[in-house]
């Protein structure tokens, strides 16, 4: 089986507001992959997924973030996105003046070359068949981008964005929240019809109930701004029955979150599992 695609965060460290919140990410993926990453409120989930987006919020201080051995880090945000890169968000702004409809064509013209735009009747056609699998009503192609969507609507259409720009790396910051279960199964059909040798993602969950739609290969733990356990799927199964106490304990962490005045240190660093 061919594995075309290598994405990897390399001893990744990030601040924000001079406070360091990621102490030295290692994660990597292939092609076909699914990676989930848990853990606690507060430990850094979110700002992993910015800082490798390059919000401009997070200073990264160390590290690399590799997809097929180009630092992405280098990159200007706009050539993230062109390289491959997409995050579906906890929190999606509403952009009232833009419809939903303007903002996708405009993301997939951006990937194309001037004088190849996407035409017209086939873009609408792409969005109206993603947004009929995606159950997602025709007349949100005309509304403003999230401007007044339930919760619900707004994660549903970060998939739909998702799905139209078929990215390399797509990475979720808890497209579960908010979902109802219809709407869960919906979005998770969503990911796995998208999932392919060429891409890889990365779901950040508090659930285990996604992953039960969405099989991930790998299931991380996040503490105090690192990976702190690695395992597979069974990893989730355990969190979701005892909770996250066995592992504070194992690795002797009293607070798991960062970015607080005293920390603990993690005793140990852990890379994660053999890829
Ligand atoms: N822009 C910011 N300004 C100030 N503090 C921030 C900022 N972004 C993150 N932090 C702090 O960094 C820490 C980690 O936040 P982060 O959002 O990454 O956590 P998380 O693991 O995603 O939590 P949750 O599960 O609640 O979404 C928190 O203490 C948070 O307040
Ligand atoms: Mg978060």
Do not use: C
Not at 6 to 23: N, R, T, Y
Not at 37 to 59: C, D, V
């Amino acid at each position: 089986m061919s594995k075309d695609l290598q994405f990897k965060i390399d001893g990744l460290k990030a601040s924000v507001d001079g406070k360091e919140i990621l102490k030295g990410i290692q994660l990597e993926m292939k092609g076909g992959e699914i990676h989930a990453i848990m853990g606690p409120n507060g430990t850094g989930k979110s700002t992993l997924a910015s800082a490798i987006m390059g919000h401009p919020k997070y200073e990264v201080t160390e590290g690399k973030v590799l997809l097929n051995e180009e630092d992405v880090l280098e990159m200007e945000v706009d050539e993230r996105a062109l390289a491959g890169l997409f995050l579906a968000m906890q929190y999606p702004s509403e952009i009232t003046g833009v419809t939903n409809s303007d903002f996708m064509r405009s993301a997939l013209n951006a990937r194309r070359e001037e004088g190849d735009e996407i035409s017209l009747i086939k873009f609408i056609r792409q969005m109206e068949a993603k947004m009929k699998e995606l159950e997602i009503d025709p007349q949100f192609m005309h509304r403003y981008l999230n401007e007044g969507f339930s919760g619900g609507e707004k994660k549903r259409n970060e998939i739909l964005q998702m799905a139209m720009i078929d990215p390399k790396v797509g990475i979720l910051d808890e497209i579960d929240s908010g979902l109802d279960i219809d709407a869960l199964k919906i979005v998770a059909a969503g990911v796995n019809a998208m999932r392919s040798e060429e891409n890889a993602f990365l779901i950040i969950t508090h659930y285990q109930r996604l992953l039960n739609y969405i099989k991930p290969d790998y299931v991380h733990v996040m503490m105090q701004g690192r990976i702190v356990k690695s395992g597979g799927a069974e990893l989730a199964e355990r969190l979701e029955a005892e909770g996250y106490d066995w592992i504070k304990e194992e690795l002797g962490i009293e607070d798991e979150t960062v970015g607080q005045e005293e920390e603990f240190q993690v005793p140990m660093n852990t890379t994660g599992p053999k890829l």
